[in-house]
């Protein structure tokens, strides 16, 4: 009742062919879209924006790169955090290289860079399978990792190793480095992202999402059917690093404003893993979903003996945080296995015929 | 440069094989504990399909909980060989109602997903071992209680080609012990009645089912098995180092031991074992000065990644079979 596509007809190809064909769907992203760019800047605490809103994106935009190579493409990576720690240093060089062109410019071009190293690692794909596919991509994590502390040419010869992100502007707006505020740095977050967004959802809704999905569901009839699989599986690799590197770039110059190598070590790469599974593979919806549950769910557990008054260690509530995620993970997977992104679906199948039950 | 690379590491071999002959023998012996990290994977795999990340935590978790009875033990003034089998055989308890207990709350539920499912359900496992293991442990090394199982500690040299070779003890124990369980796992996988049950489940699940073997008590045992090796792998690494949480990042050195070996194949998982743990010492010693040091955190993985563009299935895995 609520959610009915009945009446809405379609009179051209390209309506039928659009990516949100139902007048429901379109209402809802432009009340979610009115949400993010009004009301949370205007009513949200500096907290809510700088801690919450700001990581929870740019870790939705670096589920949403591993989602295409894991989700869509069926390449299991445990490599991410490298490829965006890629993203990262190569926008940290380019800035401080070229320090007159405009760092947003070096922020979507470092996905480049991203891209074509996750390429050279993605090429053992056409060989090696499954877990051992996995196995191989932590060949480069931990190469990468390596790099980024030993190579001192990519730090500059920064005797603290760590990159810092100086101040620069967008529009005469400063956008990093300290004279920043929350807000300009969500607002430009928040841009590149829901941007980065449409494009994806459009490359997976169309000829190269499906041939993914192809290759996914089963290599060898993908070839059989005419899929060169080595092209796809590269593109597939390439788009997703080029969103891991954006991801990674976002996430030193406007979140974190200074990192070491060890904020890109496996850890990270696990947490972009869990968030495409709990949110659901081959689900862009799915990739912020789970970015929210992983992201907000320890910050709420680490708040709640607080805001209760319970007198708890800070250590305990580490660990209990670390033990209540832990059980969380196994009951989201036992009670529903395809990820929040199928329990929206079922949601919107309940919505479209209550109030009756089928 | 060419020269650094291809020759000088060998005249380096050749000028002094005693150093050599120390490098390979602590490859040997990082391999064995690495064999049998990935000993356990592979149990549990053959038997479940499932990957099982928290072989890791696993071993830490085992030998924490050792470690703390014994330290319960002897706060009440009960210390000595005696409280600390007792402690070890507490600790296997332990382990086997973790074995129950994955298997009623994790694997029965999920049964029929597919591994990737099964394989981020292991890494809920591995959060909840670390928070639990965290709060009732506390977060701070501790030292293994390796004498009072009598381990032996200090060290042995042996002069041989113009040099001192220095063994460690508990190394040339670690080695025996592992030897020992493998033969064991061996015989009771070839010999007995449910050896020969574990075989079947891992030949095939629904074969296993049609002629009466129960999955359930059969994931209990290959978990629990998993544990003892986990707990053995905990007590040999926790007398060479302390044990810690820190620990937990070696399960992720065993990985590339597994795809060298394949999932599927105990030998596997020993050479493999075998040839990551020499080939990273020897890399690190005579190649690493040439990159800067510190190549041993990446240079198994690449060793196992040129293995797999050969063998894809790994040295001794099954061979993989794709139909349509």
């Known amino acids: 009742m609520f959610y009915r596509e009945t009446g809405q007809f379609k009179q051209s190809y390209a309506a039928d062919s659009a990516v949100f064909p139902i007048l429901q769907d379109r209402y809802g992203l432009a009340i979610i879209l009115a949400i993010a760019f009004v009301a949370i800047p205007m009513f949200g605490s500096?907290?809510?924006?700088?801690?919450?809103?700001?990581?929870?994106?740019?870790?939705?935009?670096?589920?949403?790169?591993?989602?295409?190579?894991?989700?869509?493409?069926?390449?299991?990576?445990?490599?991410?955090?490298?490829?965006?720690?890629?993203?990262?240093?190569?926008?940290?060089?380019?800035?401080?290289?070229?320090?007159?062109?405009?760092?947003?410019?070096?922020?979507?071009?470092?996905?480049?860079?991203?891209?074509?190293?996750?390429?050279?690692?993605?090429?053992?794909?056409?060989?090696?399978?499954?877990?051992?596919?996995?196995?191989?991509?932590?060949?480069?994590?931990?190469?990468?990792?390596?790099?980024?502390?030993?190579?001192?040419?990519?730090?500059?010869?920064?005797?603290?190793?760590?990159?810092?992100?100086?101040?620069?502007?967008?529009?005469?707006?400063?956008?990093?480095?300290?004279?920043?505020?929350?807000?300009?740095?969500?607002?430009?977050?928040?841009?590149?992202?829901?941007?980065?967004?449409?494009?994806?959802?459009?490359?997976?809704?169309?000829?190269?999402?499906?041939?993914?999905?192809?290759?996914?569901?089963?290599?060898?009839?993908?070839?059989?059917?005419?899929?060169?699989?080595?092209?796809?599986?590269?593109?597939?690799?390439?788009?997703?690093?080029?969103?891991?590197?954006?991801?990674?770039?976002?996430?030193?110059?406007?979140?974190?404003?200074?990192?070491?190598?060890?904020?890109?070590?496996?850890?990270?790469?696990?947490?972009?893993?869990?968030?495409?599974?709990?949110?659901?593979?081959?689900?862009?919806?799915?990739?912020?979903?789970?970015?929210?549950?992983?992201?907000?769910?320890?910050?709420?557990?680490?708040?709640?003996?607080?805001?209760?008054?319970?007198?708890?260690?800070?250590?305990?509530?580490?660990?209990?945080?670390?033990?209540?995620?832990?059980?969380?993970?196994?009951?989201?997977?036992?009670?529903?296995?395809?990820?929040?992104?199928?329990?929206?679906?079922?949601?919107?199948?309940?919505?479209?015929?209550?109030?009756?039950?089928? | 440069m060419l020269y650094n690379i291809f020759i000088d590491p060998f005249v380096q071999m050749v000028q002094m094989p005693d150093l050599l002959v120390q490098t390979l023998w602590e490859g040997l012996v990082s391999g064995v504990l690495y064999a049998l990290i990935a000993l356990g994977f592979v149990l549990i795999f053959k038997a479940s399909g499932v990957f099982n990340f928290a072989q890791g935590i696993m071993v830490v978790f085992s030998a924490l909980t050792l470690v703390g009875f014994y330290a319960k033990f002897s706060s009440w003034g009960f210390s000595g060989h005696a409280a600390a089998f007792l402690a070890l055989l507490l600790a296997a308890g332990v382990m086997l109602v973790l074995a129950m207990l994955v298997e009623r709350v994790v694997l029965r539920p999920l049964v029929n997903q597919p591994d990737i499912i099964l394989f981020m359900a292991t890494f809920g496992i591995t959060y909840v071992l670390i928070g639990f293991g965290e709060i009732v442990f506390g977060g701070d090394p501790k030292q293994m209680i390796a004498s009072e199982l009598f381990l032996p500690g200090g060290s042995v040299d042996i002069e041989m080609l113009g040099g001192l070779v220095s063994l460690q003890k508990i190394d040339i124990?670690?080695?025996?012990?592992?030897?020992?369980?493998?033969?064991?796992?061996?015989?009771?996988?070839?010999?007995?009645?449910?050896?020969?049950?574990?075989?079947?489940?891992?030949?095939?699940?629904?074969?296993?089912?049609?002629?009466?073997?129960?999955?359930?008590?059969?994931?209990?045992?290959?978990?629990?098995?998993?544990?003892?090796?986990?707990?053995?792998?905990?007590?040999?690494?926790?007398?060479?180092?302390?044990?810690?949480?820190?620990?937990?990042?070696v399960a992720l050195k065993a990985l590339p031991v597994l795809v060298l070996g394949g999932f599927t194949s105990v030998p596997g998982a020993i050479v493999g074992g075998l040839i990551i743990g020499v080939g990273e010492k020897l890399g690190e010693f005579y190649w690493g000065p040439l990159l800067g040091g510190g190549i041993e955190s990446w240079l198994a993985y690449a060793i196992a990644l040129v293995f797999l563009l050969y063998r894809p299935q790994g040295l001794f895995g099954d061979k993989i079979i794709e139909r349509i």
């Open chain 1, 46 to 358: 500096e907290f809510l924006l700088a801690s919450v809103m700001i990581p929870f994106l740019i870790l939705s935009l670096g589920a949403i790169g591993l989602n295409v190579l894991v989700g869509y493409t069926g390449l299991l990576s445990l490599g991410t955090a490298g490829f965006m720690g890629v993203g990262a240093y190569a926008t940290y060089k380019l800035s401080t290289t070229f320090p007159q062109v405009n760092i947003l410019v070096w922020i979507l071009c470092s996905g480049f860079f991203s891209a074509g190293i996750g390429v050279l690692f993605g090429l053992p794909s056409l060989r090696i399978k499954g877990f051992y596919l996995a196995v191989a991509t932590l060949a480069a994590q931990f190469f990468l990792q390596w790099c980024f502390v030993r190579v001192a040419w990519l730090y500059n010869y920064n005797p603290s190793g760590a990159i810092e992100v100086a101040g620069r502007t967008l529009f005469g707006i400063p956008i990093t480095g300290p004279l920043a505020t929350p807000v300009n740095r969500y607002y430009v977050v928040l841009g590149v992202v829901v941007v980065m967004t449409l494009i994806a959802s459009n490359i997976v809704h169309g000829r190269i999402g499906r041939t993914w999905m192809a290759v996914r569901d089963m290599d060898i009839a993908a070839q059989l059917m005419g899929i060169r699989l080595l092209p796809a599986k590269l593109l597939a690799f390439a788009v997703s690093s080029f969103y891991c590197g954006v991801a990674g770039a976002l996430m030193v110059f406007l979140w974190l404003s200074a990192a070491e190598p060890s904020a890109f070590d496996i850890k990270l790469s696990f947490l972009l893993l869990f968030m495409v599974i709990i949110g659901g593979l081959g689900s862009l919806i799915g990739s912020f979903m789970g970015a929210a549950l992983i992201h907000i769910l320890p910050i709420v557990i680490r708040a709640l003996p607080e805001s209760l008054g319970l007198p708890v260690a800070a250590a305990t509530v580490e660990h209990l945080t670390y033990l209540i995620v832990g059980g969380l993970i196994i009951f989201f997977l036992i009670v529903e296995p395809h990820g929040l992104a199928r329990l929206w679906q079922i949601t919107k199948q309940k919505l479209r015929v209550w109030p009756f039950p089928y």
């Open chain 2, 173 to 249: 124990a670690a080695a025996v012990i592992a030897s020992l369980m493998i033969v064991g796992l061996a015989l009771f996988f070839q010999k007995t009645r449910i050896g020969r049950a574990l075989r079947a489940v891992a030949d095939s699940h629904k074969a296993a089912l049609s002629v009466g073997i129960s999955l359930n008590q059969i994931w209990v045992i290959v978990w629990f098995a998993a544990g003892l090796v986990a707990l053995v792998t905990g007590i040999m690494w926790g007398a060479r180092s302390d044990v810690s949480f820190a620990l937990e990042i």
